[in-house]
T-cell receptor, first 111, second 113 residues
């Protein structure tokens, strides 16, 4: 399977703290994307980082990518209760226009 | 502009029946992908259509099929339903280029009894 692995599977933090989620994948990629899902609903795109980029920021989100280690991390700073959701990394392989998703991290932010 | 619309939102079917799910992509998007999400297997890629042609296919049995119409709307069909087909089926649309974000619908929750 080309599915990635995310770590940790679940994370519980206090509001205002930072949350870090890690993703590892197996194959060469064009880009890696992070998505958020609230309670079994659709996924919302958060950020995309291309294979030739090492770090990207978007608001309170910071993503890093290490293609030599086939890993990425998502940092959410100053977390809010509304950030409670499942977060998935997804890789787009070379020569394909479909995404392979990680197993997800369930984040709970306690007010 | 309107988002990705999936219908129906919920569906209950009996084993052995077949089901058709529908997805209307964002206007102008020509690529539509389908994913199955289950607690055990996570999010799994089913297939991707572009300009009415299937471009990529995941590792699912032939009971799972799909098609895309000239207006980019897509349907997926599952025949001879099994209990294990119970899942959230998600459709995503994107523009024709790879390397861009995918926009997901709210999904169709299929329960097979």
């Amino acid at each position: 399977s080309q599915q990635g692995e995310e770590d940790p599977q679940a994370l519980s933090i206090q509001e205002g703290e930072n949350a870090t989620m890690n993703c590892s994948y197996k194959t060469s990629i064009n880009n890696l994307q992070w998505y958020r899902q609230n309670s079994g609903r659709g996924l919302v795109h958060l950020i995309l980082i291309r294979s030739n980029e090492r770090e990207k920021h978007s608001g309170r989100l910071r993503v890093t990518l290490d293609t030599s280690k086939k890993s990425s991390s998502l940092l959410i700073t100053a977390s809010r209760a509304a950030d409670t959701a499942s977060y998935f990394c997804a890789t787009e392989g070379t020569g394909a226009n479909n995404l392979f998703f990680g197993t997800g991290t369930r984040l709970t932010v306690i007010p | 502009k309107a988002g990705v619309t999936q219908t129906p939102r919920y569906l209950i079917k009996t084993r052995g029946q077949q089901v058709t799910l529908s997805c209307s992509p964002i206007s102008g998007h020509r690529s539509v992908s389908w994913y199955q999400q289950t607690p055990g297997q996570g999010l799994q890629f089913l297939f991707e259509y572009f300009s009415e042609t299937q471009r990529n296919k995941g590792n699912f049995p032939g009971r799972f099929s799909g098609r895309q119409f000239s207006n980019s709307r897509s349907e997926m069909n599952v025949s001879t339903l099994e209990l294990g087909d119970s899942a959230l089926y998600l459709c995503a649309s994107s523009d024709y280029r790879g390397g861009t974000e995918a926009f997901f619908g709210q999904g169709t929750r299929l329960t097979v009894v």
